[in-house]
């Protein structure tokens, strides 16, 4: 933990020399896209789940209802999970008490649609100056899907159903820009009413903050100057452990760290491109370092492309 | 039948807004760092009918909008423009050009608009003339506050029904 405080403090001194961006890849800042602005994205996410390649694929549409006002819409594929928690993840000892040791890894499952989750975020103060701003917005998330998770970690971009909020502080100041987004998340049950099963995932509260500068050009000339930023994401998540029900039977957990109660900071550093200051391509990884996340393994690579469309009012 | 004719067409003319002769504007547009927000900001702008060209400095965020010949020109509209890209206007400066105005002290009437000049320099109403936009949303918070007691002290004197605007410049 002094390891990684003293990596981002070493971070924090180093950007601010630079001018620094707010597109973060991972995180939106308190800013919102122009009002009547249209921005579509396309992101990947691949990681290897012993030998078997876990891909997330997300196509977000934002758009600006105002200044203050955005809403997001995001649609999630991927094959980390079946439709139903998978067979063998309830398993029952001599007495027949249920017992689970989790969802075996590596295992293949097919390509499915996860969920839909809708973003409202209201920027309520903006400070604005030459070269800086103050921001602050809240948010809110609801989001609906069809993947049975199992882990107890919730996450609701593909995931879990359910709802979350959160505030958003972004600080730019001439050469040094920082954002902080602090939220929780309430999922919903995962309930499979043929085999009797009820899981609750853990409620979770998530610290994060974005970094990054401009490393071209260093003066500009026209827009179409491909810029390229760099940015570094660090993520703090901490969540409660899995409740699992069968039959009403309360499903004991046997040492199984991703259905216990678990915090973790990740890394997520990208590089990004905007081209002729439209069209927006990034690329990241993600990195434990404190702990780490059961959703995933490590590396994660990240992989995302969007575009703004501009409407006449 | 000629007699009506023209005398429509007097009414139509007579009916015919008085538009302030605005040639250009120089907007300093405030809060923002990236080429993107920039593109953005433009584009906004340029949605506007009476804008005929948008030249941005990308380092300094000054926009320079020139206005189409014979179009009425809405500098609130372009001021909107700017905060629904999202970003602030930290300076307005227009570009006037003067035609026969009649300037009674500090003052000029366009149409039902009233132009006030905040500053000591007296209104030559001759030829194109620069002016800095003096309002809330038009200038930094800290610019705005040193011209409040002033305006406060404007308003108290010209109290009444208006029917146009009272735009405070500084020129």
């Not at chain 1, 405080?5 to 001018?19: D, E, H, N, R």
């Not at chain 1, 678990?262 to 702990?291: C, H, K, M, W």
């Not at chain 2, 506050?145 to 010209?158: E, R, S, W």
């Amino acid at each position: 933990m002094k390891q990684s405080l003293l990596l981002l403090f070493l971070f924090l001194y180093s950007v601010s020399s630079f001018f620094t961006q707010e597109l973060f890849p991972h995180n939106e800042p308190a800013s919102n896209v122009g009002k009547n602005v249209l921005t579509v994205r396309a992101s990947s996410e691949e990681f290897q789940d012993q030998g078997e390649i876990r891909n997330f694929q997300a196509y977000r549409f934002q758009f600006g209802l105002s200044a203050n006002w955005m809403l997001t819409e995001t649609f999630s594929f991927s094959n980390h999970h079946g439709s139903q928690l998978p067979n063998g993840f309830i398993l029952h000892d001599s007495l027949g008490a249920p017992y689970t040791q989790g969802a075996s890894r590596g295992k293949s499952y097919p390509y499915l649609f996860e969920s839909m989750k809708v973003n409202l975020k209201y920027r309520f103060l903006c400070r604005d100056s030459e070269h800086k701003h103050f921001r602050m917005a809240a948010y809110a998330d609801f989001s609906g899907g069809n993947e049975a998770h199992a882990e107890a970690e919730p996450n609701l971009t593909g995931d879990n159903s359910g709802m979350g909020a959160g505030i958003i502080s972004t600080l730019l100041l001439h050469k040094f820009a920082a954002s902080l987004n602090a939220g929780g998340i309430l999922p919903a049950d995962y309930k499979d009413v043929f085999r009797g099963i009820q899981m609750s995932y853990g409620k979770a509260a998530y610290v994060n903050l974005s970094l990054g500068y401009l490393l071209y050009p260093r003066v500009y000339t026209s827009y179409k100057q491909t810029n390229i930023n760099l940015y570094a994401e660090f993520q703090f998540k901490t969540y409660g452990g899995a409740q699992i029900l069968e039959n009403g039977r309360s499903v004991s957990v046997q040492d199984v760290p991703a259905l216990e109660p678990g915090s973790y900071l990740e890394f997520r550093p990208s590089i990004q491109f905007i081209i002729r200051s439209n069209t927006r391509v990034d690329l990241s990884l993600a990195e434990p370092l404190v702990n780490r996340s059961w959703t995933h393994y490590y590396p994660v690579y990240m992989f995302s492309i969007q575009q703004n469309i501009y409407f006449r009012q | 039948m000629n007699r009506l004719l023209l005398v429509i067409v007097s009414l139509v003319i007579l009916a015919l807004p008085v538009n302030a002769q605005f040639t250009s504007v120089k907007i300093n547009v405030i809060g923002l760092t990236c080429s993107a927000c920039s593109f953005g900001t433009e584009r906004s702008i340029r949605q506007l009918k009476f804008v005929e060209d948008v030249k941005v400095d990308l380092n300094t965020n000054i926009a320079e909008i020139t206005f189409k010949k014979g179009e009425p020109v809405y500098i609130d509209q372009i001021v909107k423009k700017v905060y629904d890209a999202g970003f602030s206007v930290g300076k307005v400066i227009a570009t006037y050009h003067f035609t026969n105005e009649t300037v009674n002290g500090k003052s000029w009437n366009v149409g039902e608009d009233t132009y006030m000049n905040l500053s000591t320099n007296a209104v030559d109403p001759s030829g194109d003339k620069e002016m800095t936009f003096v309002a809330d949303k038009y200038m930094k918070k800290s610019d705005y506050k040193l011209y409040k007691p002033q305006i406060d002290a404007v308003k108290m004197m010209v109290k009444g029904n208006r029917s146009g605007h009272l735009y405070y410049v500084a020129m």
